[in-house]
């Protein structure tokens, strides 16, 4: 066995496009947003100057702390704070929508199964890692903490969960999220079909975007179609047999290389293009209507090869059509609507690129 990845301290959470466009659709106001932006941008501005020691604390980069406080910011750690300032720019401009909103009050964790059974449905057990003076303002039991996976697309997706801080023998389980066992079905399943079987969650304990009602859940299949299985194994069996049995050596050894090639290069666009059709109707009809509805369970199926990608690129095609045939998508009658979810969704990812174009600028001046 090999240790790939764990829930590591400090490792604070990020809304981005989705996350802010069901937020909104759960009437978390534009305000609440723009609070969190404009703090994560100003951040981003001070963090060579008298920010620095804030970020670093988010970034639980405490080794740099302490280089600060021993020696204070000099040259050289201006230059390797700009180069922290810069990763967070870049990964800003890959985000969908350039939206990445850092949320102070987060955490971006696994979860586990309640080890003790103890925890109601509903419920939930979360001891992160933070400062003693941080600590002490971490919300106590009954609190509610709303927690997501990336990406989601349903508004069944946003999950509300009650804190409990007084079951004994949890204490040791800190910086993951334990979940409880009890319920209609597994509650990480609940956010966006997730799993406890590598799939992080965002936590967070911001009052401020925290739903006040959430709806059921979406009913995502935990099957697979009749066949699938079978369909792949038969694929898989066919293109192994060529490689290892081909009695001409030189033949045998071509299709392997081809092998290599085309599993080191595969793609699959069908989630893509899944995600594209939906924010154009998200964007005409909000992501609560039937047909958004729909493309978060398509996007599920194709993501975890529920169905035959044939049948699902059917089902999409049908969609792709209706929106290039339709008027509506050029014309949205939401338009210009300020407490519409999608508006507040465009307004965020124009504060975005906004200041992602004013840092740039600023970035490149530093260096010329």
């Not at 959470?13 to 609070?35: H, R, S």
């Not at 390797?80 to 810069?86: A, E, H, I, V």
């Not at 109601?120 to 927690?147: L, Q």
């Not at 990406?151 to 804190?163: E, K, N, Q």
Request: proline content about 5%.
């Amino acid at each position: 066995l090999d240790l790939r990845k764990y829930s590591r301290p400090y490792e604070n959470g990020y809304l981005d496009t989705q996350m802010v466009l069901l937020l909104a659709e759960k009437e978390v106001p534009l305000t609440n947003f723009e609070k969190l932006q404009t703090g994560y941008y100003g951040l981003l501005d001070d963090m060579c100057d008298e920010a620095a020691e804030y970020f670093l604390r988010f970034l639980g980069e405490f080794s740099l702390l302490r280089e600060i406080k021993a020696v204070g910011i000099d040259g050289q750690m201006k230059e390797r704070m700009k180069t922290l300032k810069n990763e967070e720019l870049q990964a800003m401009k890959k985000a969908a929508g350039q939206t990445r909103i850092l949320v102070p009050q987060s955490r971006l964790v696994f979860a586990v199964c309640d080890p003790y059974n103890k925890l109601k449905y509903g419920e939930c057990y979360f001891n992160p890692t933070m400062p003693d003076d941080e600590a002490k303002s971490f919300p106590g039991a009954d609190r509610r903490f709303v927690v997501m996976r990336s990406p989601s697309y349903h508004p069944g997706d946003v999950r509300v969960f009650r804190l409990t801080d007084d079951k004994r023998g949890y204490e040791n389980l800190r910086d993951c999220l334990v979940l409880p066992v009890k319920g209609p079905r597994p509650q990480a399943f609940e956010c966006a079909g997730g799993t406890l079987g590598g799939d992080k969650f965002f936590v967070s304990w911001n009052q401020n975007i925290i739903p006040r009602a959430v709806e059921k859940p979406c009913h995502y299949s935990l099957k697979k179609s009749p066949g699938i299985k079978k369909f792949m194994a038969n694929q898989a069996f066919h293109v192994l047999r060529s490689a290892c049995t081909n009695p001409d050596g030189r033949n045998a050894e071509k299709v392997r290389r081809e092998m290599q090639v085309y599993f080191a290069t595969f793609s699959d666009d069908l989630p893509a293009r899944i995600d594209a059709t939906y924010m154009k109707y998200a964007a005409v009809h909000g992501p609560s209507s039937k047909e958004c509805r729909t493309l978060s369970k398509l996007f599920h199926q194709a993501v975890n090869l529920m169905e035959d990608t044939a049948a699902l690129e059917k089902k999409l095609l049908k969609f792709e059509e209706e929106e290039a045939s339709s008027r509506s998508f050029q014309d949205s009658s939401n338009e210009g609507n300020p407490g519409n979810a999608n508006e507040v969704r465009k307004k965020i990812e124009a504060n975005a690129i906004k200041f992602i174009q004013r840092a740039q600028r600023k970035f490149h001046k530093s260096r010329a």
